[in-house]
């Protein structure tokens, strides 16, 4: 069974990041109100399909391709910095 890391790493694979980086920040909630045991994740993605589009609608693009995961609980919280090559490389 692949891990949580894994899973978000291969639904975002669509986007063609350069750069994709994961961190599991789930023990800094630990105890947090309304957690009901999914984890607190972050990501990073560059990716040229950021070109042109907002910050929010790259929020959801990312958070699109993982809504399943957030409704079957795997997922309580997401940080996504969500930006293209240019703004990550310069």
């Known amino acids: 069974m692949p891990?949580?890391?894994?899973?978000i790493e291969g639904r975002l694979k669509i986007l063609q990041p350069q750069v994709f980086e994961f961190h599991d920040e789930s023990h800094l909630h630990a105890g947090h109100a309304g957690n009901r045991g999914g984890g607190h994740y972050a990501v990073l993605l560059v990716s040229e399909v950021f070109d042109g589009v907002s910050r929010l609608n790259r929020q959801r693009m990312v958070k699109d391709l993982l809504q399943d995961l957030f409704s079957d609980g795997l997922i309580h919280a997401l940080s996504v910095k969500a930006v293209t090559p240019e703004e990550y490389f310069h």
């Open 3 to 7: 891990t949580i890391q894994e899973t």
